[in-house]
């Protein structure tokens, strides 16, 4: 059997250019040939968006041994779609989305785009890890995360994942981490998400902010809890959205007409 190094697909949703991509790639070095597909420029709170109503294009950027990085004119998932569609000489062994600046703990999971590329590519059957720190600067620091980085991207390439399922791990801000927490997403909400002004040629905008809230802010087996008392929070995350619960019950009510 041919022995073939790990192939490991990167994407994000800050951009091919991002401080928290460049650092993925360094932190990864030597566990495989590593190939990035990376969109063109921002594209937060992407999801699992795709482009449907204009062509998509990609474009090399660096080639090295074991290293290549092309950047997108898509969204992250496009990204994915593509690379394994037209760029990718085999299906990777890994995906990975990352790393995000700014945190993507309990529902901020459902808006990510770097999610969306974790997501995309456990649908697909390939394990996949998604990588966030609770920081939204360009020049944030991440290097007290990125040991545990490297080695849950080991441990995931030693041990697989179960069909379905991936990881959603987030990093608090800050200097000194305590170590690894097995979590659970937060229940939390969302609340006053748009501001209204005045525009100057005339009529109302409305600009994109919010206010996060922690509904069980006490849940110590929460992200949230977590990545508020120094932990590295992993949450394994499925694609079937099934509530099984409520099958049974909707079984029991009246719907045939």
């Avoid at 650092?23 to 040939?33: D, F, K, N, Q, S």
């Amino acid at each position: 059997m041919k022995n073939e190094k790990p192939l490991i697909l990167i994407s994000n949703d800050d951009g091919f250019s991002s401080k928290g991509l460049g650092v993925l790639v360094e932190t990864l070095a030597g566990l495989g040939e590593i190939v990035v597909m990376a969109p063109d420029g921002p594209r937060s709170g992407a999801s699992a968006a795709i482009t449907s109503e204009f062509p998509v294009r990609y474009y090399k950027v660096k080639e090295e041994k074991d290293l290549s990085i092309y950047k997108c004119t898509g969204t992250p998932v496009d990204c994915v779609k593509l690379a394994m569609f037209d760029l990718l000489p085999r299906c990777p062994d890994l995906v990975i989305g990352g790393i995000n600046h700014g945190d993507n703990s309990a529902v901020n999971v459902h808006y990510s785009g770097t999610m969306g590329v974790v997501l995309e590519g456990c649908m697909k059957g390939v394990p996949a890890i998604g990588y966030s720190l609770c920081d939204h600067d360009a020049d944030a620091d991440f290097t007290p995360m990125l040991p545990y980085v490297r080695r849950i991207a080991e441990e995931v390439l030693t041990h697989g994942l179960p069909k379905g399922t991936c990881l959603n791990v987030n990093a608090p801000k800050g200097a000194e981490l305590k170590g690894v927490r097995i979590c659970r997403m937060t229940d939390a909400s969302w609340g006053n998400e748009w501001a209204r002004g005045q525009h100057p040629k005339g009529g109302e905008y409305f600009w994109l902010t919010g206010k996060f809230t922690n509904n069980e802010p006490e849940a110590e087996e929460s992200d949230r809890w977590a990545l508020e008392h120094g932990y590295v929070a992993i949450t394994p995350i499925q694609i079937d959205m099934t509530a099984y619960a409520m099958i049974n019950e909707l079984r029991n009510w009246n719907l045939n007409v």
